[in-house]
T-cell receptor
């Protein structure tokens, strides 16, 4: 069975600082990996995804994530935080197959200090 | 762009009422999902549907039912609302069950 671990529930950074949100997964077969962002009182929006190919994936709003199979990780980064990045971020994993669905982590809230 | 719409952004109901939450997607997606989101618990899958008139239970189906009479529409039904069903409800759709899901804006339901 697949699973996702997002350690901690809250990360706080200063505006302009590096953003690093961690995600570790468990999967018995090659995974597909996703990061979603949720702004207050809104639905989830896809930030980026990894399926196959290049392990460094670029997404919207300057975010990127790197798939590291040896570490079973898919951490999300952004070089310079902006106030508008304050939101909740969810990592998700799935596997190709008719019976497979996305499994989400519990999410992590990013705060950005001026 | 894929668009998933939900019938209400905010809803207030009384205990014991029957509640309908509706979701419509415009991208001809086969799969549709209902989640509830609660602080500290993340997203929990209630039901999903992989075809018209087909449904599968998710992780927390108790107290809920669903209906999918048309491909684009997936309804979540609370037969008799209770206060512990106060939550944010999110609908999503996807082309295949294992690929990215596209989410609606959510319905914040309060049961008094």
């Amino acid at each position: 069975a697949q699973s996702v671990t997002q350690l901690g529930s809250h990360v706080s950074v200063s505006e302009g600082a590096l953003v690093l949100l961690r995600c570790n997964y468990s999967s018995s077969v090659p995974p597909y990996l996703f990061w979603y962002v949720q702004y207050p009182n809104q639905g989830l929006q896809l930030l980026l995804k990894y399926t196959t190919g290049a392990t460094l994936v670029k997404g919207i709003n300057g975010f990127e994530a790197e798939f590291k199979k040896s570490e079973t990780s898919f951490h999300l980064t952004k070089p310079s935080a902006h106030m508008s990045d304050a939101a909740e971020y969810f990592c998700a994993v799935t596997e190709e197959g008719a019976n497979s669905k996305l499994t989400f982590g519990k999410g992590i809230t990013l705060s950005v200090r001026p | 762009d894929v668009k998933v719409t939900q019938s209400s952004r905010y809803l207030v109901k009384r205990t014991g009422e029957k509640v309908f939450l509706e979701c419509v997607q415009d991208m001809d997606h086969e799969n549709m999902f209902w989640y509830r989101q609660d602080p500290g618990l993340g997203l929990r899958l209630i039901y999903f549907s992989y075809d018209v008139k087909m449904k599968e239970k998710g992780d927390i189906p108790e107290g809920y039912s669903v209906s999918r009479e048309k491909k684009e529409r997936f309804s979540l039904i609370l037969e008799s609302a209770s206060t512990n069903q106060t939550s944010m409800y999110l609908c999503a759709s996807s082309m295949t069950s294992w690929m990215e899901q596209f989410f609606g804006p959510g319905t914040r339901l309060t049961v008094l």
